[in-house]
């Protein structure tokens, strides 16, 4: 069953396909103090022995099945250009760090398989089983997701109100008894999100403390981040042990005005994220919306946003505000642009979005990007492929509240080892289609 979703505002246009009812090694990752070097064969001791004084090396060991030597490096030498150097001397066979590797950790979740996006051995993904291997996220680090809010908890509430948003998609139910006969708007909590950590929220849609979701879209994006992983159900998260503060801007409708989102990022800041998404932006600039993503980029968050669904060379707001914004462009399978991600300058880095028109990956599903979210009511659950640069930025989020969980403190310097460790996908460097390349966790986890 195909089911065609409304776009929200600018930056969500997700088509999604329901299919299941129901419940690198980087830069950095070696030994300090140590290289690898094979001498030719013929090679004197007293040779090597010359050539290691020559460079202030000493041999550690030698291998007696590889004949390699493991040689001390003293402190403050560069390893990969030692390596290069000695690499290039004729009595030297090959020369390189001694690399570190992790086991791979693959969750247990059965759907994992089709999360192409966050590994496969060929195309597309962001390496999470070694940065799982690595970090998991930490409950300390929050990120806040402003959005349609969260399928975060069981709840009911009279509808009377009708809130300032216009009302709710809801499961209503019909309450008799005492004054009369009253309607109800019951929520749930996403199956797939019992076991990850909540923080409170705020829904400034409809003016109260329960930010649930009524759209369907910020759940699923929430589940890129943190679903409940290793759970034996359903899919996997980047940042699973990372705690949620759920934000409600956008309506059922996943329409929102500006002066909700930057309420939603001040609320964010004020209360503790560490990490804000926003997969959702519109066409024009704003005083109050930089004025919010400049209190908040003040106050050490980090700050990721779609670059919107347009197929066109201008970013949308808030991804445009260079200065305090990571702007997430979207990918496919096989690591080009998709066909509907905004490109151009504002462009920092793109991250899978998948494309619901193609199966590249040979799997029999369309290559979207794969979380649980509910369909026709708050309560109708499922696995659902989207694609959008919605869902690319999540992605990005997840690996930057990862990144904090390991250390790496402030926007700047989380934003320096995103970017800095991508893979490059178009001409080297950064360029206006790719930004700096796809984000990897693995490798920005060994920045």
């Known amino acids: ?16 396909l329901l299919v299941f009812a129901g419940t690198s090694m980087g830069r950095g990752m070696y030994v300090e103090n140590e290289l690898i070097v094979k001498f030719k064969s013929g090679v004197t001791d007293k040779a090597i022995s010359s050539i290691n004084r020559k460079h202030g090396t000493s041999v550690i060991s030698t291998s007696r099945q590889g004949k390699f030597k493991r040689l001390y490096v003293p402190s403050g030498v560069d390893i990969e250009d030692l390596a290069y150097i000695y690499s290039r001397n004729p009595n030297v066979e090959y020369a390189e760090p001694n690399y570190i590797a992790h086991a791979y950790w693959t969750p247990n979740d059965p759907l994992f398989s089709y999360q192409w996006n966050f590994y496969n051995p060929v195309y597309g993904g962001i390496n999470m089983k070694s940065a799982w291997a690595i970090q998991r996220g930490d409950p300390s680090v929050i990120v806040a997701v402003i959005d349609t809010g969260v399928a975060y908890e069981n709840y009911t509430e009279s509808t009377s109100r009708g809130g300032r948003g216009g009302g ?43 930010p649930n979701d009524d759209e369907g879209h910020g759940t699923h994006v929430t589940g890129t981040i943190a679903q409940s992983t290793n759970n034996g159900i359903g899919v996997a998260g980047i940042a699973f042990n990372t705690s949620i503060m759920p934000v409600k801007v956008l309506d059922k409708n996943g329409a929102g005005t500006y002066a909700d989102i930057a309420d939603g990022i001040y609320f964010a800041a004020n209360n503790g994220a560490d990490v804000i998404n926003m997969s959702l932006g519109g066409p024009s600039p704003s005083i109050t919306l930089e004025n919010a993503l400049a209190y908040a980029y003040d106050r050490g968050v980090t700050i990721v946003a779609a670059a919107g669904n347009d197929g066109s060379d201008v970013i949308g707001y808030p991804a ?21 991600s905004n490109y151009g300058p504002s462009l920092d880095i793109v991250a899978p979005g ?28 499922g ?16 690996v930057a509240a990862l990144l904090i969980a390991n250390g790496v403190t402030g926007p700047d310097n989380v934003r320096d080892a995103l970017q800095s460790t991508a893979k490059d996908l178009g001409p080297k460097g950064w360029d206006p289609t790719y930004g ?7 490798a920005a986890l060994n920045y």
């Open 1 to 16: 069953m195909k089911i065609i979703r409304g776009s929200l505002v600018a930056a969500l246009a997700c088509i999604v």
């Open 168 to 210: 709710r998609k809801s499961s209503s139910v019909t309450r008799r008894g005492g004054g009369g006969t009253g309607n109800v708007t019951a929520y749930y909590l996403a199956p797939d999100l019992a076991n990850t950590n909540f923080v409170a929220g705020y829904d400034f849609v409809n003016d109260d403390a329960h």
């Open 320 to 340: 445009a505000y260079d200065a305090y914004v990571i702007a997430v462009g979207a990918t496919r399978y096989d690591e080009t642009l998709s066909y509907y």
């Open 354 to 381: 998948g494309d619901t028109n193609v199966d590249q990956n040979g799997d029999g599903y369309v290559d979207g990007i794969l979380q649980q979210t509910f369909g026709s009511s708050t309560n109708d659950w």
């Open 383 to 398: 696995y659902f492929y989207y694609q959008g640069t919605s869902m690319a930025t999540p992605h990005v989020a997840g």
């Open 436 to 442: 700096w390349g796809r984000v990897d966790a693995a």
